[in-house]
């Protein structure tokens, strides 16, 4: 086994759970902001897709974000290049998912691609020390395993948690 799999194995679930997460839900139920200093569901799926679309394919494969490349910003009519980190809270509670379809189509195609990326990467460049801010350097496979995967399944822990709140039920 080589760091890939483990790389690959939670991915594959977080991106599984995310996906099921926002499965049937309607826009009222993505956008709904609880009291507090909490963001949306919908703005925690988002920056999670958004984060691991600009680490994989920016980053790494020195392309455009899928994001970009295929027009979602649009589509959501969303900004380009706002990925959630830096934002301020009023700023991220603001943000409004219009249709919770095309988020999850999003979310769907960079998981698909990052677990490509993650399949066919020579395992020895995962080694290599990459920036990432604000984070500093560290070696790819942390970027994975940190920025995306922990990163994310703190996010997805969030989004159970607003689903609770209003009622509905998770699947994990």
Known sequence: MDIRDVLIDGITQLHDWLDD???GLTPAQVNWLPEGKSVSIGFDVWHVARTTDNITNFVFKKNPPIWMAQGFAGRLGL????QGTGMSLDAARALVISDPAILRDYARQVGD????????????SLNEVQLIKPLGEMPRWRVFRQVVMTHGFMHLGEVNALKGIQGLQFGI
């Open 113 to 124: 691609d990052c677990l490509a990326y993650l399949k066919d990467v020579d395992p020895a």
């Open 79 to 82: 900004s380009e290049r706002d």
């Open 21 to 23: 997460g926002l499965n």
